[in-house]
């Protein structure tokens, strides 16, 4: 069965330094990934997300990540962060029955931004 | 467009009592899923609909659950009786289609607190 390891429950930048989001998935087939974010008391909003197209993804806010088949990974990359970034982050991928609509959800990365 | 809507935003009860939740999806998405987010669980997805439809509701924790979908515009969540474990933030979510990479849009969840 799919699933995904967010490598890291907690991860603290400086403002104006690179972000990464480590992701590991398991699928026995070519999955769709995702990155969803969640502002503190806010629903989950698509950051971005990974259909068998071009395996570097880039999403909103200047965040991106590259799929890495090899490695089964989907690491969140951003170059620099901006405080208005903290927030909790999920790495997801979609169900492998196909076409159920169900996703995945990993266990979520808090980032913390500190001046 | 006013996204995915859910009320009510906050709801405090007692053990025992009748807890509804509503949602109201993206005027023309076909497809809605409940989600329940705690701490020890993360996100869990309870039940989606597929054209008013329920398609699988093996996430439904117990009976006392239960979801229904009158129309394309108007799903809620039910628990009768709720139990002081019931409490978590349980968000509503809709996408147009089930296939594996669509995305899918979140409201802002209700906050469910079983005293």
């Not at chain 1, 903290?86 to 500190?114: M, R, W």
């Not at chain 2, 628990?79 to 978590?88: N, W």
């Amino acid at each position: 069965a799919q699933s995904v390891t967010q490598l890291d429950s907690h991860v603290s930048v400086s403002e104006g330094t690179p972000v990464l989001l480590r992701c590991n998935y398991s699928s026995s087939y070519s999955p769709s990934l995702f990155w969803y974010v969640q502002h503190p008391n806010k629903g989950l909003q698509l950051l971005l997300k990974y259909t068998s197209a071009a395996t570097l993804v880039k999403g909103i806010n200047g965040f991106e990540a590259e799929f890495k088949k090899s490695e089964t990974s989907f690491h969140l990359t951003k170059p620099s962060a901006h405080m208005s970034d903290a927030a909790e982050y999920f790495c997801v991928v979609s169900d492998e029955a196909g076409n159920t609509g169900k996703l995945i959800f990993g266990q979520g990365t808090t980032l913390q931004v500190k001046p | 467009d006013a996204g995915v809507i859910q009320s009510p935003r906050h709801e405090v009860t007692e053990m025992g009592q009748e807890v509804t939740l509503r949602c109201k999806p993206i005027s023309g998405h076909n497809s809605l899923f409940w989600y329940r987010q705690t701490m020890m669980r993360g996100l869990e997805l309870l039940i989606y609909f597929n054209n008013n439809v329920p398609i699988d509701d093996s996430g439904m924790p117990e009976d006392r659950f239960s979801a229904k979908m009158p129309n394309a515009s108007f799903s809620t969540l039910k628990i009768q009786p709720s139990e002081p474990r019931d409490s978590a933030v349980y968000f509503c979510a809709s996408s147009f289609g089930l296939a594996g990479n669509n995305e899918q849009f979140f409201g802002p969840g209700t906050r469910l607190t079983v005293l």
